[in-house]
């Protein structure tokens, strides 16, 4: 499951799942959890509504698998809060009444209880929804949100172990160009490109500005910004031109490039090193990247241990699955 916020658990909460104690059982029961019991048609319920979701998926008994699991999460989570004394208080229902309100645009009260009605729901029915969906979600931010880790140190581990996959930085120049052309099959529209390819590098070594000569001559797209193409990285032009921009020393003014068609120029400037882009700089954008990841993987962290503590018993066998069946002794067994 992924945070747990008012939009994502509202189609969850859509049609309450009744979890009745054993003295009460008078019908199917699809799973227990600890001394709390999800019955048949409650399940059915809430799997018709569950059915319309993007969760949902195209495989309908997977879809019924995921639905169980979500809904015994929800149950841990509701001793837990039991446990901790947590609750929802009124104003924060009505907030989130209003946010439900706002998100889908439900300007009087008029729509607002049309939309109710459509789903069978009244306003009250609405309210214990968004106050168990509160409820669950301090839950999860006293014991998850919390004590997520996100200090620097963390964020600095995660750089140096993530750095190449996502800040990587190629070897980078600033270029500029002058490029003449002729026809590949014209020698000697090669020898006169390459007299004025001659002509401009002599006028820049003489000491006039390069992007004054490109202006001058080149036939290049960049003639009228002098040439300049701005910053290049290693490898995105032809490896003729490439081995040129990054010649090895680093040359300001290397040797003119003859290629089929075309003589290139090349003024190169603020050459920079292949590496990564500082800490200090992608610091909230890694914060940003691995919250998300940080949190899942500690929410399933807990969900596990939660179960492992619990006493979940799955009665249907077609939505068994490992990793939702708890080990613990029950509680407070029935008879049978």
């Known amino acids: 499951m992924r945070k747990l916020s008012v939009g994502a658990l509202l189609v969850l909460l859509i049609v309450p799942v009744a979890t009745a104690p054993a003295a009460e059982l008078v019908e199917k029961i699809i799973a227990r959890v600890n001394d709390r019991l999800i019955t048949h048609s409650d399940f059915e319920k809430r799997f018709a509504v569950f059915l319309s979701s993007p969760q949902a998926g195209s495989n309908p008994l997977e879809a019924r698998r995921k639905l169980l699991a979500e809904i015994i999460d929800e149950r841990l989570l509701e001793e837990r809060a039991k446990e901790l004394a947590v609750t929802a208080t009124d104003e924060e229902v009505e907030v989130a009444v209003e946010r439900v309100k706002r998100q889908y645009n439900l300007a009087t009260d008029e729509e607002f209880e049309s939309a109710l009605n459509s789903s069978n729901l009244t306003r009250d029915d609405l309210k214990r929804q968004m106050r168990n969906t509160i409820t669950l979600q301090k839950v999860v931010g006293r014991d998850i949100s919390s004590k997520l880790d996100m200090s620097d140190d963390t964020l600095r581990l995660e750089y140096e172990r993530r750095k190449d996959q996502l800040y990587k930085v190629v070897e980078q120049a600033q270029v500029a160009e002058i490029v003449i052309r002729f026809e590949t099959e014209d020698p000697a529209g090669r020898a006169r490109a390459a007299a004025r390819i001659e002509e401009a590098r002599a006028k820049v070594a003489a000491g006039t500005s390069f992007a004054d000569v490109a202006k001058e001559y080149s036939e290049g797209n960049a003639k009228d910004r002098g040439g300049a193409l701005g910053v290049v990285n290693r490898g995105e032009l032809v490896t003729a031109l ?12 290397p040797p003119a490039v003859l290629l089929s068609s075309s003589i290139h120029l090349f003024h190169v400037t603020d050459r920079r090193a292949a590496g990564y882009r500082p800490f200090a700089e992608v610091r909230e954008d890694l914060r940003a990247r691995i919250g998300d990841d940080l949190y899942d993987k500690r929410y399933s962290e807990y969900i596990e241990k ?31």
């Open 242 to 253: 490439d081995a040129a921009v990054f010649a090895d020393p680093p040359q300001e003014n």
């Open 306 to 336: 939660l179960r492992r503590e619990s006493f979940i018993k799955i009665y249907e066998p077609t939505l068994e699955t490992k990793k939702v069946e708890g080990s613990a002794a029950p509680k407070n067994a029935p008879g049978s």
